[in-house]
């Protein structure tokens, strides 16, 4: 048992094998229909328990296809219709309930320390399908993206996020340690990544570049990245954020800086950040990307229940 809380936690050789295993799953369901099981069904009869405290599309309906094309089963849960969320039940007790019912616990939260602690007392393994400080999933999912149109290692490339310093941007600079990528970082000094992070990065080898010119963070890259200004419960002035981010949308001009054949990618949705001709060009490969999540946390799934190829 295995759980799937934030890359930086993960050895790389991992991470690798899961991006491995997920390239030769998506190769052989080329002639299968969305609900036919792999051959095998290496996850028969398993059930995976999902709980979302915050609202979701593509992590909830790729990790409804990811168990049932693995031959299991999946019950979605929110928070507020359980104990734990309005009768006041611990969260010690509520992981043993679900360990009791399940084989593996998606949490998508607001919260690290409620992620830990569901982590400390479950004896099935967790997945982090998102939380304040990670979005781990989503962005191996993205590394697999890149290889895959790249056809090349991402290791290879140059890669940019234009935007602000979320828990997108976290899990990809930890990707960027652990596949040993350039990354460039551009967004204005105020939503710079936090020096917790830096100093993680520089101890462990990393090579990130923050600008705050975007111009300066696109250039020369292979693929840049971006999400959302205002994230879901931003608690800021949004009028105002979106002012301090109007340098660093992403339109053509600012792409242009990038390599000729620089791809765009965005986990979505989207919002100010990105031009409509920019999100709908040929740039940009999001839905590809969306789609993408089922195939990569298959992997993750069969990472955490001891059976990864």
């Known amino acids: 048992m295995k759980h799937f809380i934030n890359l930086k936690d993960i050895p790389a050789k991992d991470l690798k094998k899961i991006i491995s295993d997920a390239k030769k799953r998506k190769n052989l369901r080329k002639k299968l229909n969305t609900l036919e ?24 309906i ?29 969260i010690e007790d509520t992981a043993k309930i679900l360990s009791t019912y399940g084989d593996g616990f998606m949490l998508r939260t607001d919260s ?14 967790i997945i982090n399908g998102l939380s304040p400080s990670s979005h781990p999933t ?36 930890a990707a960027s340690v652990k596949f040993s990528f350039k990354l460039n ?11 917790k992070i830096r100093d993680w990065v520089k101890k462990n080898n990393g090579k990130i570049y923050i600008y705050n010119d975007a111009k300066k963070a696109a ?7 971006s999400d959302k ?3 879901l419960n931003d608690k800021v002035n949004k009028t105002k954020k979106i002012k301090q981010f109007v340098k660093f949308k992403i339109d053509k001009k600012l792409i242009s800086y990038a390599k000729k054949n620089c791809i765009f990618l965005h986990c979505l949705p989207r919002g100010s950040e990105v ?35």
Request: aromatic residues 8%; hydrophobic residues 35%.
């Open 62 to 90: 790729s990790f409804y296809l990811a168990i049932k094309q693995l031959g299991g089963g999946t019950l979605t849960l929110r928070s507020n219709e359980l104990h734990v969320g309005q009768g006041g039940e611990s």
């Open 37 to 60: 099981v792999d051959k095998g069904a290496p996850l028969k009869g398993k059930i995976l328990i999902q709980m979302f405290e915050k609202a979701s599309s593509r992590t909830r």
């Open 112 to 125: 690290d320390k409620k992620v830990e602690k569901f982590r400390d007392h479950l004896s099935i393994p």
């Open 138 to 173: 989503q962005v191996l999912s993205d590394v697999f993206t890149v290889e895959e149109i790249k056809k090349k290692p991402i290791s290879k490339l140059n890669v940019c996020w234009i935007g602000d310093s979320n828990n997108v941007l976290d899990s990809l600079i």
């Open 229 to 231: 200004v205002i994230s």
């Open 275 to 309: 031009s409509e001709e920019v999100f709908l060009g040929r740039k940009s490969h999001v839905w590809q990307q969306a789609l993408n999540r089922v195939h990569v946390q298959k992997s993750i799934l069969l990472y955490c229940f001891g059976k990864l190829r």
């Open 185 to 195: 970082i551009g967004c204005p000094k105020k939503f710079e990544p936090s020096k």
């Open 219 to 225: 250039s020369g890259a292979d693929v840049i990245f």
